[in-house]
């Protein structure tokens, strides 16, 4: 059995890496990503392949999370008092690992959400001119600013049952950087700076 | 259950009876799920039914008898309180009690035929330094522990008896 933490491993560094394309550090991979897409030689292009990135890592964090929560009903694994991150223990409490109101599993809720994010990054990364791709980015930004809310009362159950799951945790963190991400870019429209524009850094300060 | 051990047993020896040990919680989902499956293997090895309906192929048990026992517990997981009257409520399918979110009357299988043990203080659990729930120990006629489950996550209790308890 893989080992827990090498999946955590493999869901931060892709966090880790969308998060650093969304700022100023992105902007020495310019040259290299350049290669794969022409676009991300663009701070706003690489800005969206960040997104993308964590968008796409919150979508299989919440495809993990809904695994775990399904393998119970298969009396696959344990439940312990013995250690704090446990996920099984979290997605197992049939008092807390489901929407209070229409008692769909969070990690069912998570995948539609970051499906639907994931369907505004990509969108706007590959039309970020056209006209709908303000109001997609706006959609994005509410969406994930709801989220924060939800991350709140998921992080009260875990304070309650005094667990933690960290693959839950994981989907929280890409839920808190697609929110700077969709902000950031409304911030780089209200600036009139959203564009391709290359004797111009939008990671740098306007002189 | 030191009624059952048989201090001068013999490897291969088919008259001594074996146990079969579970720490179970009655709130955690998994002990709910693997409820119904345990009830079968326990009316399997100890000779109570002719068959078992998970195991179609392996006709009526000529082994040992393997007695089972659970050990309930009440581990430190908020939701995860339990009692005596759902301890019992688990173990025979029956009263309001709640089990892991749904009433325990409504839990995989039919009721247990097998003695249940109180150990909600958790005392039995750290004597035997479980981890988590459930777990299963399978005891040699002798008292010597065969078989755990939590060093051989990849084996069912049942195909650990059928493994390594003698056949006639």
């Known amino acids: 059995m893989v080992d827990q933490n090498v999946f955590l491993i493999a869901y931060i560094v892709p966090l880790v890496f969308g998060l650093s394309l969304m700022t100023k550090m992105g902007d020495g991979l310019a040259?290299?990503?350049?290669?794969?897409?022409?676009?991300?030689?663009?701070s706003r292009g690489r800005h969206m392949m960040g997104m993308n990135f964590v968008a796409l890592t919150g979508?299989?964090?919440?495809?993990?999370?809904?695994?775990?929560?399904?393998?119970?009903?298969e009396g696959g694994n344990v439940c312990s008092s013995a250690t704090v991150f446990s996920c099984d223990d979290v997605l197992g409490n049939a008092q807390y690992n489901v929407d209070p109101i229409f008692g769909v599993s969070w990690g069912l809720i998570g995948m539609f959400a970051f499906g639907a994010l994931?369907?505004?990054?990509?969108?706007?990364?590959?039309?970020?001119?056209?006209?709908?791709?303000?109001?997609?980015?706006?959609y994005g930004k509410f969406m994930t600013g709801g989220g924060i809310l939800v991350i709140a009362l998921l992080v009260s159950y875990e304070v309650r049952m005094g667990k933690i799951c960290q693959f839950c945790t994981m989907a929280h963190i890409a839920n808190v950087i697609s929110l700077f991400g969709f902000w950031r870019a409304g911030k780089l429209h209200e600036e009139g700076l959203w564009n391709d524009d290359e004797s111009y850094d939008f990671n740098m300060k306007k002189e | 259950m030191s009624d059952y051990?048989?201090?001068?047993?013999?490897?291969?020896?088919?008259?001594?009876?074996?146990?079969?040990?579970?720490?179970?919680?009655?709130?955690?989902?998994?002990?709910?799920?693997?409820?119904?499956?345990i009830g079968k293997d326990a009316n399997y090895f100890m000779k109570q039914i002719q068959s078992h309906s998970s195991?179609?192929?392996?006709?009526?048990?000529?082994?040992?008898?393997?007695?089972?026992?659970?050990?309930?517990?009440?581990?430190?997981?908020q939701g995860h309180e339990t009692s005596r009257s759902e301890i019992e409520a688990f173990r025979d399918k029956s009263g309001e009690e709640s089990c892991a979110g749904q009433s325990c009357a409504?839990?995989?299988?039919?009721?247990?035929?097998?003695?249940y043990i109180d150990d909600i203080d958790q005392d039995?659990?750290?004597?035997?330094?479980?981890?988590?729930?459930?777990?299963?120990?399978?005891?040699?006629?002798?008292?010597?522990?065969?078989?755990?489950?939590?060093?051989?996550?990849?084996?069912t209790i049942f195909e650990a008896i059928m493994r390594l308890t003698p056949e006639v």
């Not at chain 2, 409504?106 to 003695?115: A, E, K, M, T, V």
């Open chain 1, 31 to 42: 040259e290299t990503l350049s290669g794969l897409n022409p676009r991300a030689s663009f």
């Open chain 2, 124 to 155: 039995n659990m750290k004597e035997w330094k479980v981890p988590g729930t459930p777990a299963y120990f399978l005891i040699q006629p002798d008292g010597i522990v065969a078989w755990v489950s939590t060093e051989n996550t990849q084996e």
């Open chain 1, 59 to 73: 979508f299989v964090v919440s495809v993990h999370t809904t695994w775990i929560t399904f393998k119970i009903s």
């Open chain 2, 106 to 115: 409504n839990r995989d299988g039919s009721p247990h035929n097998f003695i």
């Open chain 2, 5 to 37: 051990l048989t201090t001068n047993w013999t490897v291969g020896d088919v008259d001594g009876q074996w146990m079969a040990i579970e720490f179970m919680d009655t709130d955690c989902p998994y002990c709910v799920r693997s409820a119904g499956e």
């Open chain 1, 118 to 138: 994931l369907f505004i990054t990509n969108s706007v990364s590959k039309e970020p001119d056209a006209l709908w791709a303000e109001s997609y980015l706006k």
């Open chain 2, 55 to 77: 195991h179609p192929g392996v006709g009526p048990w000529d082994g040992p008898i393997v007695n089972f026992f659970a050990s309930a517990t009440q581990l430190d997981i």
